[in-house]
């Protein structure tokens, strides 16, 4: 199992930044793939950035230029650099992790999300 806890949430004017953090704990041997997602009210939830175990990225067109996802393996952390935020940003937000198991099975988490907020 991996307990994902997301924090860094908040309410902001536009322009401004924020930098979201999810902490992964639990047992597992290795996680392979990282990403954050949002939904924002009325909305399905949508993939925001992903980074995988090489290095790569991906990010939603709408954010790219202005996020940047990055990760700490030793401290088992994925985060959200936010920048140049705008109001359709609002959402809440939620890390994703693709792990494996100790008993070498894959395992799909989600944090509890935390709520951006962006002000015009």
């Known amino acids: 199992q991996v307990q994902l806890v997301e924090s860094g949430g908040g309410l902001v004017q536009a322009g401004g930044s924020l930098r979201l953090s999810c902490a992964a704990s639990?047992?597992?041997?290795?996680?392979?793939?990282m990403g954050w997602y949002r939904q924002a009210p009325g909305k399905q939830r949508e993939l925001v950035a992903t980074?995988?175990?090489?290095?790569?990225?991906n990010y939603a067109d709408a954010v790219k230029g202005r996020f940047t996802i990055s990760r700490d393996n030793a401290k088992r952390m994925v985060y959200l650099q936010m920048n140049s935020l705008k109001p359709e940003d609002t959402a809440v937000y939620y890390c994703?992790?693709?792990?494996?198991?100790?008993?070498?099975?894959?395992?799909?988490?989600w944090g509890q999300g935390t709520q951006v907020t962006v002000s015009s």
């Open positions: 980074l995988d175990s090489g290095g790569s990225t």
């Open positions: 639990g047992s597992f041997l290795s996680i392979n793939h």
């Open positions: 994703n992790v693709h792990a494996v198991s100790r008993l070498y099975s894959p395992i799909s988490s």
